[in-house]
């Protein structure tokens, strides 16, 4: 048996019977996708994964027999073989092609058998927490499952950040730990750790694997709750001599997930799409307010906004769901760091349109005066999201793509019928007039290079087209700022955990399962560090990352918060060399150095379009260290707990406040 742990917080935590779903229903359902992929065009040995997740539910079985006869195992299929590879086989009857994986003692037999698979790689990261950033990234950019395996105890623990991270900002990553033998949990034996008891509340769904016979059920299970209905983390718990045990696997067994599809939110009423649309047709100042549950509905987005001509602000993890460039609709992000014509639309609005969001307080501030003025439609995958941070008048539990389909439909229809005939034109003016007097600007230091001038030059330099990953601070939201996303997936940042030292291995990810775009690490200083290790993965794979280290010498965003609210009082943020302060501390390019990476150091502003050029066309990996000033600050801001009227749009670290 497997003993399964779901949790509290999250409200999927169980599956029905897959077969169930077909005598049921085969309408849409939200983000539901299908335990197995579909059958590529040509397969000889093993499943590829699909390129995005479906939505539909059509003919289970149908798939089933496809997969089942596609499929073709290195076993005979009365031939007795290892719990390890028929954990090894189950992800690749997943459509895993890539995993990031580093052994110990726990996990050793899990290796062994990815050295006998044909069709997965492993890619070695240098550290646990690594791997699991480097899945994130994998899932972020590609929108599949991203794989991490690590051993138990501290391997295990080294995983928590990556799953707190993916929860918060529903990733979906399916992490696979080692475990000491069955008979020694619970002894506190040498590397033990209770992982599934560590990491209950920042999981979806988690598996301490008791019974050899159960891994098939349990990784197709792991990936279908990662993937379907609100993505998120699934942790497997497997003991050694499970890893070890001999056994004919049966491929046929169903999920048991009892009541997690009933839970799975239904597709939208029309009820309640055409009171929306006459909300839209009553209002005179409507705002779409869009974040990270719009990505994988780009394209009905869009059409949406064709429709009705609603201006777009988008939240850190919506950039790229509207295309950022668009001067026409795209009012760019919202929130603490966002423009200050998006932070007005939403507060001068008489009608918001919450799509795929959560009301984060680092996007509402302070709620009661978050949108006072407006009607709230609040459309989102998770029952748990609606009314938990601002109560909406309207609100649908559902897939936000079924739901922009089924506005346009209705848009369409009674556009066509001279029923409804929308013009915001006046409302976008007023907007036009805050974008012009109130611009994203960024102040000059002589000769020294402003950090927000890098990011525009590097966006230029690529034509907005690379997939850009960032550290957490003061970089992340210039980049959030100054790089225009105009598709959803190329950016790809920790929103609601904020963890530094995500963006080297994210950008490792990206680069895998990306191999054909420009992939950028924007990294601070002080993120850059707390994963520098990850350079001799870069190396070794021959990834073509390249990272723009905006080097300012200081934890940027705590030095910006202690130059506003605590007199500048430095404590312990300078993260350079107390005694050398002359010096850049340390030496970035002895790291890249070391790890056999080309790189570069550029100082004076009147250098640097050449230098990212380099970067940019240099093959494999490389390292830019932009050396900019600590005192800019980013702006504008709202202050933590504030209002709009809070907002400040000016000064830096050369001000007293």
């Known amino acids: 048996m497997a003993a399964a742990a779901a949790a509290p917080t999250t409200t999927s935590s169980g599956i029905t019977k897959h077969s169930s779903v077909l005598s049921n229903s085969t309408k849409l359902l939200s983000r539901f996708s299908l335990p197995f992929p579909h059958k590529p065009a040509s397969s000889s040995i093993a499943i590829r994964r699909p390129l995005q997740i479906s939505n539909v539910l059509s003919h289970p079985i149908q798939h089933q027999l496809e997969e089942e006869q596609t499929f073709v195992s290195r076993f005979a299929p009365d031939q007795p073989r290892k719990g390890c590879d028929v954990l090894v086989e189950a992800l690749e009857r997943e459509g895993v092609t890539d995993v990031f994986a580093y052994p110990g003692g726990a996990s050793m037999e899990i290796h062994q058998a990815l050295t006998r698979s044909n069709t997965i790689r492993n890619v070695l990261p240098r550290h646990e927490q690594g791997g699991v950033f480097a899945a994130e990234g994998y899932a972020r950019a590609s929108g599949l499952p991203g794989v991490c395996i690590a051993t138990s105890g501290p391997g295990a623990t080294n995983l928590v950040s990556g799953l707190a991270d993916a929860l918060l900002d529903s990733v979906p990553v399916v992490a696979i730990t080692g475990q000491v033998p069955r008979r020694m949990i619970g002894t506190d034996a040498f590397q033990e750790t209770p992982i599934v008891e560590v990491t209950r509340s920042i999981t979806k769904h988690n598996y301490l694997v008791l019974d050899v016979e159960d891994i098939p059920r349990v990784v197709k299970e792991a990936f279908f709750i990662a993937r379907s209905g609100r993505p998120g983390p699934v942790l497997i718990d497997v003991p050694k001599d499970i890893q070890q045990q001999m056994v004919v696997p049966n491929w046929d067994q169903p999920m048991r997930l009892s009541g997690y599809l009933s839970r799975l939110p239904k597709p939208p009423s029309e009820l309640l799409l055409e009171q929306i649309v006459r909300l839209i047709s009553e209002s005179k100042k409507p705002v779409l307010y869009v974040g990270g549950g719009c990505l994988n509905s780009s394209d009905e987005l869009r059409r949406f906004v064709e429709l009705t001509g609603i201006p777009v602000a ?344």
Not at 385 to 392: D, L, R, S, T, V
Not at 555 to 582: C, I
Not at 591 to 606: G, L, Q, S, Y
Request: hydrophobic content about 40%.
């Open 314 to 657: 988008s939240t850190l993890m919506g950039l790229g769901s509207y295309p950022g460039s668009d001067e026409d609709y795209a009012l760019q992000m919202l929130g603490m760091h966002g423009t200050v014509y998006a932070n007005y639309s939403v507060d001068k609005s008489d009608l918001l349109l919450a799509f795929g969001v959560r009301f984060d307080d680092r996007v509402t501030g302070k709620l009661e005066a978050f949108a006072s003025r407006a009607k709230i439609v609040h459309i989102d995958i998770d029952s748990a999201e609606i009314g938990k941070n601002k109560q909406p008048h309207v609100s649908i539990c559902a897939d936000i793509k079924l739901a922009l389909e089924g506005l346009n439909s209705i848009l369409e229809e009674k556009t066509r019928g001279g029923k409804v005939n929308l013009d915001f034109s006046v409302w976008r003016q007023e907007l036009k007039e805050q974008k012009t007097k109130y611009p994203l600007t960024f102040k000059t230091f002589e000769d020294a290079i402003p950090p927000q001038y890098a990011i525009q030059m590097l966006d230029e330099l690529t034509g907005g087209n690379a997939i850009i990953s960032t550290g957490v601070g003061q970089h992340q939201m210039w980049a959030a700022q100054f790089y225009k996303y105009n598709r959803p997936r190329q950016w790809l940042t920790s929103g609601g955990l904020g963890a530094m030292g995500f963006g080297l291995p994210a950008a490792i990810g990206a680069a895998v399962a990306r191999p054909d775009a420009v992939v950028v690490d924007i990294d601070g200083d002080g993120s850059f560090m707390m994963n520098v290790q990850e350079l001799a993965t870069i190396r070794v794979e021959n990834l073509p990352v390249k990272i723009m280290l905006l080097n300012n010498q200081h934890l940027g965003m705590v030095v910006q918060w202690e130059d506003r609210f605590y007199k500048s009082n430095r404590a312990h943020t300078y993260l350079g060399n107390p005694s050398k302060e002359s010096e850049i501390f340390p030496n970035m390019l002895k790291f890249a150095e070391a790890c056999d990476i080309p790189a570069a150091r550029v100082i004076n502003k009147n250098e640097l379009r050449a230098a990212i050029q380099k970067m940019l066309d240099t093959p494999g990996p490389y390292l830019l260290d932009v050396i900019v000033p600590h005192q800019e600050h980013v702006l504008p801001m709202i202050p933590s707990g504030g209002a709009f009227k809070d907002v400040i749009t000016d000064g830096d670290g050369r001000t007293k406040y």
